[in-house]
């Protein structure tokens, strides 16, 4: 084989590949000054850390805004006989003194007012220890026994002459 031909024939090879991989040179900077362009701001991790708390976050949140305690305590006499006494009382049910049956009443509330509320939150035979519900406060009680007097005709404005002023009935306020 001619020597000057192969020469050339080389020469032309490397010039065409040297030109290629510059070329692939620039597009690769291009490529990646794009690349930097498009990431402007820099992502610090947080990015990615808010995406996995979006991901691994529970089906369902419960919300705790109205806290129910203190809604329990702000429940008036009346709702608190409407929520739990009047089930008993409103019908005289297991032989409970019925709301407006001031003759039923009369002898129970003789025994004082904090006696009364005494043995609701206790319980006295049929009737259970706080109506049955355990969430309600002792000042619940004493205002929805107020409410039941009242509704029979009974006004408890002060405490029984035989019953001292306790702190029960003026925290209830
Ligand atoms: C499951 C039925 C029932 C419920 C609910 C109920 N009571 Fe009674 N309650 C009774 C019965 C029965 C009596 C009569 C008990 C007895 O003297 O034998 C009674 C009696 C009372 C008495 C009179 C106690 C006494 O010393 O004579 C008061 C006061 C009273 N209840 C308050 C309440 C209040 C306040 C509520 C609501 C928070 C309530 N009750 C809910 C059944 C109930």
């Not at 001619?2 to 692939?24: C, E, G, H, M, R």
């Not at 490529?31 to 498009?38: E, H, K, N, P, R």
């Not at 929520?83 to 001031?102: F, I, Q, R, S, W």
């Not at 519900?133 to 404005?157: F, Q, R």
């Amino acid at each position: 084989m001619n020597p000057q031909v192969d020469n050339s024939v080389v020469t032309t090879t490397v010039t065409l590949i040297s030109a290629l991989v510059l070329l692939a040179a620039v597009l690769f900077m291009g490529a990646s000054l794009i690349g930097v362009i498009d990431n402007v701001p820099p992502d610090d991790g947080s990015r990615k850390q808010a995406a996995i708390l979006e991901r691994i976050k529970p089906v369902s949140q419960v919300s705790f805004e109205t806290p129910k305690p203190a809604a329990v305590v702000k429940l008036s006499g009346k709702e608190v006989y409407n929520k739990v006494c009047a089930a008993c009382h409103a019908a005289g049910t297991l032989g409970a003194p019925k709301t407006g049956d001031k003759a039923a009443w009369e002898p129970r509330f003789a025994q004082g007012i904090d006696t009364l509320v005494n043995h609701a939150v206790n319980g006295i035979r049929a009737m259970p220890a706080k109506g049955g519900d355990p969430s309600l406060t002792e000042a619940n009680l004493h205002d929805s026994i107020v409410y039941m007097l009242g509704e029979s005709g009974i006004k408890v404005e002060t405490a029984p002459a035989e019953a001292p002023p306790a702190p029960a009935p003026a925290e209830a306020k």
